[in-house]
Structures are given as structure tokens and as C-alpha cells.
């Protein structure tokens, strides 16, 4: 099977490389392609004894751990989909997300609230089985994986009607307009998006280290599972922790980290920043929100170490955007380019007709790494796509002359004051240019005179004060008056 199954062709072509190395403070691991593949051959065999099949699918609540990938991996081998639920949310909303997709088994971790779930799922005809990852999780509905794991062979699993259009993976979007939608990835989209990440500079050499969470599209597919595809070494943290990440860095030789700009800002206020290492990193990569430039000229004044700004989404990609290391100063606070085999528009919002450079619009996207819609959803999957079959991003971005993409704002952030359009991002990226200021939000709130102004939420660095005039102060330099 040459599609869903790049652990087996892996463990033909680099059997004996590292491959996953998982930090986990109770039970480390360093496992080779062939490790991999055993474990995952393992997993798939397991879900298969209990019914699961192609189309399945097979839910996961945990954080970061091997286990995700055992999961991912050995349901590509079935056909089946698996579906990462965010532990984060509230029990109720995990039961919610649960009763949409239909997972026949919910794999889960010790520290997630599964006496809730059921308690919540009491109602619900097919309840998933529930199957503990440790010995010690679990509800009185959980079964022990980890002991049964133990005794099933690794025999290989395959699944030979396998196509590319097929879901791999249900991710979770954010739901801005109620219950999140479920995005299907497909292995297509997950091949496709393999060839942006190679084309834009990464190699089978890299070693990366993932940060993200597994239950995003960042975690699993930005870097992760494109660099085990191609070959290289991926480390997993359980959680964030800027000190470990510091450290890991120097002490794996990782060549490749990639974070929001909070993790890049913990890290430089971390208590061992003076003395890290980070000669190793060919370059790191920042998304999900605009970077701060006095962020990035903190890292290559006192660390040398290079950014590019990325730019991605679950339903697209994720892999979208990337400015290479050499427009990193020159080009600093965009997100570049599109990806090799990714079409870029920026369109007016009511007539989708391409905006002039440098006019705001929206950005829409076009290429193979596109979702094939989402579950069970076939209205929000048609509203997405225009005739052209450009995907709307709802994102407000603009081009300049040469050619690069800027994200100004989210379409539904935007606010109007007095007539003017104002960018919540804008402001902020101003107000981080103030030394005293760690983190700062800006939305748009109610004003009878203007319709609406702007309210920002200001995180003050330790021991530091600030009054409002202070702030303001600050920005009136710096911005217009109405922003």
C-alpha cells in the first residue's frame, strides 16, 4: 500500500534511524522507523480484533505522547480515521464533539475527565468503548490498553482499497459560530502538504522539536508527521515548558523549532535564556499570531538565531505560507510566500474580484492541500469553497509590490471607528514594541460616538508599572489617532 502507511516503506528504506525520541518524564523513549512500525503494526492490530475498520473512527484524548502517533500511523494502516479531542475543553463539549463523529473506541490518557464524559454520554445509543492508555486511568467504563498491547502481535496490517481522497484525520476548527465543524484531512492532503514542507527547506536530516499540541493541525501535520515521511528525527514534549525546550535544543542538536510567538516569548523570560545554546537551529518558525519584530531582533542579537515567519490552517495545509531565512529582516511581519504548490489570492470579501498591492482583502487559497470538506456537513463544506474552488480563509490580508503576503487581521476581528477600518493586530504589534509589556490583546468594543473604539488588555513584564496615559502615550507616536 503505498498511501497511509509511510512507517512501513520507512522501516524498508531507514529501519535502523532515529526517528521519535518522547521526553515524557515517566517513560522516555528513543525509537528507531522499525520501532515505530512495530508499535503502530501492533496498535492496528489491536483495533482491528475489536472491529475497527475502514471509514472508522477511533478517537484519542491524552496529551502529547507516542501514543498519538502509534494511533495516527496504525490507523492509516486500517483506513480508519482517528479523531484528536482537545483536552482542554469542558467535559460537556467533548461529549458534544463526540455524539458528531461516532467513534467506535476512545483511547484515553489518565488526567482527562472521563468520569465526566460517560456521565455525559449515559444517553447516547453506540458509547464508544473506552480503553485506558495507562494502568492506572481510567473510569469503571475503561478497559486497560496498555496491558492488552503487551500481549498482540505486530503482525502487518493493510488496507488495500486505500485511497488518496480518503480521511485520515478529523480535526477540530474553532468554533467561532458554535460547535467547532470537523475538518477531514485527507492522505492526499497530507502527502501534498509533505512536498510544501520538503520544497521549503526541510530535510530528512532535520531533527525537530514539536511543542504544539497533537489534538491541532500544527502538532500533528506542520512538521511532524511530514519530517517522519521524509525521514528525519522528531522529539515530543508533554506539555510547554519553555526551560526544557531550552535546554532539549542543545542537548538533541535540534535543528528546526517552531512555536507560537507567547511560547518565543516564555522562552526569552525563562531562567536559563542567558546560557542556552541554540547554535544547533538552522532556523525557527513562528505562527498563529503576528511576531513581534523586537522579538525577533531579541533572538538574532542575543542568540543569532534566524526566523521565518509561517503562516497555516487546519483546513488548508497546514503548511501554507513561509518567508525564508534571508527575508527575515528585510521582510520582517510577513508571512511570505505560498507554498510551492499553493495558489494565493487576496479578494474583495463581496466580489471576490483580486484587490490591487497593498489593498486590504480577504485571502482565499487554491491547491492539492485543501480539506475534502467537513463531517457530515455538506453546507459548511460548499460555503467554504467559491466557484473558482478557492477556499475562504476569513483572514484579512494584503500584497505588496513584490509579491508578499501580509495578515492585517481576522475578517470578523476587524472593528469600524468613525468610518475608518481598524486592525486589532496592528495595534498590538505597535504596543509590543513597548519594553514593559509582555502580552497585550486588542479588541473593538461599543462607543456612541464612533460606533466602536478600541479596548486593549495589557500584560505588564515583572515589577513594572504603567498608568493608561502611559500606554496611549505610547501609541499616539506610533498610530494614527482613530486606531
Not at 176 to 203: E, V
Not at 357 to 366: A, K
Request: with cysteine; glycine share 8%.
Amino acid at each position: 500500500m503505498y498511501i497511509g502507511d509511510p512507517l512501513a516503506r520507512r522501516s524498508i528504506y531507514t529501519p535502523d534511524k532515529l526517528a521519535f525520541i518522547d521526553t515524557a518524564p515517566d517513560q522516555p523513549l528513543r525509537l528507531t522507523y522499525s520501532d515505530m512500525n512495530t508499535r503502530a503494526n501492533r496498535m492496528a492490530t489491536w483495533l482491528k480484533s475489536e472491529g475497527v475498520g475502514k471509514g472508522d473512527r477511533v478517537g484519542i484524548i491524552a496529551h502529547n505522547s507516542i501514543f498519538f502517533f502509534d494511533l495516527f500511523f496504525a490507523c492509516g494502516k486500517l483506513g480508519a480515521i482517528m479523531v484528536p479531542f482537545n483536552w482542554r475543553l469542558h467535559a460537556r463539549e467533548i461529549e458534544q464533539l463526540i455524539r458528531k463523529v461516532k467513534p467506535r473506541i476512545l483511547v484515553h490518557s489518565w488526567d482527562t475527565p472521563m468520569d465526566a464524559i460517560v456521565h455525559h454520554l449515559h444517553s447516547v445509543k453506540d458509547m464508544p468503548a473506552f480503553w485506558a492508555l495507562e494502568p492506572y486511568a481510567g473510569t469503571s467504563k475503561s478497559r486497560n490498553l496498555a496491558t492488552v498491547l503487551k500481549k498482540t502481535p505486530a503482525d502487518p496490517v493493510t488496507c488495500e482499497s486505500l485511497r488518496e481522497e480518503d480521511t485520515a484525520c478529523l480535526l477540530f476548527t474553532g468554533g467561532t459560530t458554535g460547535l467547532p465543524k470537523a475538518a477531514k484531512i485527507s492522505h492526499k492532503q497530507i502527502a501534498w502538504n509533505t512536498f510544501n514542507t520538503h520544497l521549503g527547506d526541510t530535510q530528512h536530516t532535520d531533527v525537530y522539536l514539536n511543542v504544539f499540541p497533537l489534538f491541532h493541525a500544527g502538532g500533528l501535520f506542520a512538521y511532524s508527521v511530514p519530517l517522519l515521511i521524509l525521514g528525519g528525527t522528531v522529539i515530543q514534549t508533554e506539555r510547554v515548558d519553555p526551560k526544557q525546550i531550552l535546554t532539549l535544543i542543545d542537548q538533541e542538536q535540534a535543528t528546526i523549532f517552531a512555536g507560537v510567538p507567547t511560547v518565543f516569548q516564555m522562552m526569552a523570560e525563562a531562567p536559563n535564556w542567558a546560557d542556552a545554546k541554540l547554535t544547533s537551529l538552522r532556523f525557527c518558525i513562528s505562527g498563529g499570531a503576528p511576531m513581534p519584530v523586537a522579538l525577533i531582533k531579541k533572538y538574532r542579537q542575543e542568540k543569532a538565531v534566524v526566523f521565518r515567519q509561517g503562516f497555516g490552517m487546519t483546513e488548508f495545509g497546514p503548511g501554507v505560507f513561509s518567508l525564508p531565512a534571508e527575508d527575515a529582516e528585510r521582510k520582517a511581519g510577513s508571512i511570505g510566500r505560498p507554498n510551492f504548490f499553493v495558489d494565493a489570492r487576496v479578494v474583495d470579501p463581496d466580489t471576490n474580484l483580486p484587490k490591487p498591492p497593498d489593498e486590504v482583502g480577504e485571502l482565499v487559497l487554491r491547491g492539492p492541500t485543501a480539506t475534502t470538506g467537513y463531517f457530515e456537513d455538506e453546507e459548511a463544506t460548499r460555503s467554504a469553497f467559491d466557484d473558482e474552488g478557492y477556499f475562504h480563509t476569513g483572514d484579512l490580508a494584503r500584497i505588496d509590490e513584490e509579491g508578499y503576503f501580509f495578515i492585517v487581521d481576522r475578517l470578523k476581528d476587524m472593528f469600524i471607528s468613525g468610518g475608518e477600518n481598524v486592525y486589532p493586530a496592528e495595534i498590538e504589534q505597535a504596543l509590543y514594541e513597548h519594553a514593559d509589556i509582555s502580552m497585550c490583546a486588542v479588541i473593538g468594543v461599543p462607543s456612541e460616538k464612533w460606533g466602536e473604539v478600541g479596548c486593549a488588555f495589557v500584560v505588564l513584564r515583572e515589577g513594572k508599572r504603567l498608568k493608561e496615559k502611559d500606554v496611549i502615550g505610547f501609541l499616539k507616536k506610533r498610530l494614527a489617532s482613530y486606531k
